[in-house]
């Protein structure tokens, strides 16, 4: 299954109370000791991602990362962002 990304989102039904402010907790990888345990927002994980006002449909984003997983959520963040078609695959 693929899925069409846009950086043009609705907005949902109903009324907003104010600004919501997320946290992020995600383990590292561990590849230099234990893995520990990083709080990251919203900005802090997109930061690195140039958004695009003029979306760049012609690019297909992938990852066999966990979604879930910092390095899953950057394909992610990044088929948002920046436009294009976004494939997640199943696990095995």
């Known amino acids: 299954m693929s899925v069409i990304c846009s950086p043009v989102i609705a907005p949902a ?3 907003l109370t104010g600004d919501r ?3 992020w907790v995600l383990l590292t990888s561990g590849t230099t000791g234990m ?3 990083v ?7 997109t930061a690195a ?7 760049q449909s012609q690019i297909v984003w992938g990852t066999f990362y966990d979604i879930r997983r ?5 394909i992610f963040f990044r ?7 976004l494939v ?4 095995g």
Do not use: D, F, W
């Open 13 to 15: 039904a109903g009324t």
């Open 35 to 37: 893995p520990k345990m």
């Open 79 to 85: 088929g948002i962002l920046c436009g294009g078609s």
């Open 39 to 45: 709080v990251h927002s919203l900005a802090s994980l």
């Open 49 to 55: 991602i140039q958004s695009s006002s003029n979306p």
């Open 88 to 91: 997640l695959l199943e696990r």
């Open 21 to 23: 402010q997320t946290e």
């Open 70 to 74: 910092y390095g899953g959520l950057q």
